[in-house]
């Protein structure tokens, strides 16, 4: 009888464990508010989108504050969170903001303490820019590889030096931990998240819910290709770059980007090498051949979809301009980096 009740009640627990996927969002004065309400609003756009598509998504979110119910964050938004790290149960997935107020003093010493004592009953625990300060603090980062917003970076690298600071990517996992770089890249972990709980179709569809330009994947860098190219660019070129990012599949000569520009094809080409530096076709290419290669991540695109995709006529020519660009072959690239999905999608052609 006592064995019946001990399996029955472990049984129960098991339940209780995987019934339902509880997300705190972690709340203080200071907190950035985009930093919160960006995963926010992704979990929330992913029980729309399932009860629309008749997907049992059973994600229920709770706002928890750490030294009250009561917060304000860094912009004046006053928020009411449901409960209190003092007062809070349990839950399947911690989710850490940045915040001007973070970095020291009594928030991060209370944050850290209590992430340390939920992470054995926590499958997973991720930060968001600046809430890496606490989760670091609290020592379960350490050994492991970790990333933060390009401007912390350094900071978090002199302070905690035994964890593996990895610049310039846009959200790493590691184990049950994830971290992520600033603001936007929140909602990219978000995405990552409910990709790992329920597939990609719901993360996609939750990216198109939120009106993403792209759904990006956590190796990308922070400091993207057309924003680089656009922090140098003049009025005349202030929208081009943007519109060349969005129509890499089309054709890019220097005659219908000469046109977009409403100048002549020679003295368009002149003020774009003395703007960014480089011809338009070299431009155009490093631009189409960065996108290739992040394309190359998602293992469904073969060869000759990602080539075409992005403007190659041709998986022969895609191949060669891949190889001067980044010393390999897009097949070699994909088996090196992505070695799960090599076998199943590796195209028509070993290119």
Known sequence: MNKILSSAAERAARERKTAGRTIAFIGFDGVRTLDLTGPLEAFTAARGVAADAEIDCDYELVVVGVNGKTFVSQSGVIFTARQTIHSAREFDTIIVPGGSRLQEGGTMTSLSAWLASQAPHTRRIASVCGGIYPFAQSGLLD???????????????????????????????????????????????SLALIEEDYGPKLALAVARELVMYVKRSGEQEQYSEPLRFQTQSTDRFSDIVAWIAGHLHENLSVDVLAERACCSVRHFSRLFKAVFGSTPADFVEELRLTEARHRLSAPRNSLESVGSSVGFHSVDAFSRAFERRFGMRPHSYRRRFYPLGTKRSSGKRAA
Not at 180 to 186: D, E, N, P
């Open 143 to 189: 050994g492991r590889q970790v990333t933060t917003h390009w401007r912390l970076a350094p900071d978090v690298a002199h302070r905690f030096p035994r964890l593996q600071l990895v610049p310039n990517t846009i959200y790493i996992k590691d184990g049950p931990f994830y971290t992520s770089a600033g603001v936007t890249a929140g909602i990219d972990l």
